[in-house]
């Protein structure tokens, strides 16, 4: 069983930044794919990031087209921790953030399966973010 805990959510000015963190559980959290996902009120989950684990070609990392050149996803395998940093935040970027865990995942696995919300077994239980114009 792995459970996570984000906290770093708040209430930012657009143009500002905000930096989300994700504790992990587990004895073997480098070998865990972790992502971030978000959910806007009246729309559906979607993916925002995700890294690879870190001896698989130094933890390769994956971005949604939106958000991609102002936020960035990394980890500390020693503090069992993934974090999120997001820059330059927009209105549209107001939503509930989910830290997720997939320790099942398979080298090679392709970037789809990294944007997949369904391929991961641990959630946290989201922290929100809201973006002021």
């Known amino acids: 069983q792995v459970q996570l805990v984000e906290s770093g959510g708040g209430l930012v000015q657009a143009g500002g930044s905000l930096r989300l963190s994700c504790a992990a559980s587990g004895r073997t959290f480098s070998s865990y794919a972790m992502g971030w996902f978000r959910q806007a009120p009246g729309k559906e989950r979607e993916f925002v990031a995700a890294v690879a684990p870190i001896n698989w070609s130094g933890a390769t990392t994956y971005y949604a087209d939106s958000v991609k050149g102002r936020f960035t996803i990394t980890r500390d395998n020693a503090k069992n921790t993934v974090y999120l940093q997001m820059n330059s935040l927009k209105p549209e970027d107001t939503a509930v953030y989910y830290c997720?865990?997939?320790?099942?995942?398979?080298?090679?696995?392709?970037?789809?399966?990294?944007?997949?919300?369904?391929?991961?077994?641990?959630w946290g239980q989201g922290t929100q973010v809201t973006v002021s114009s």
């Open positions: 997720a865990a997939d320790p099942t995942v398979r080298r090679y696995s392709s970037s789809y399966y990294y944007r997949t919300g369904g391929n991961y077994d641990y």
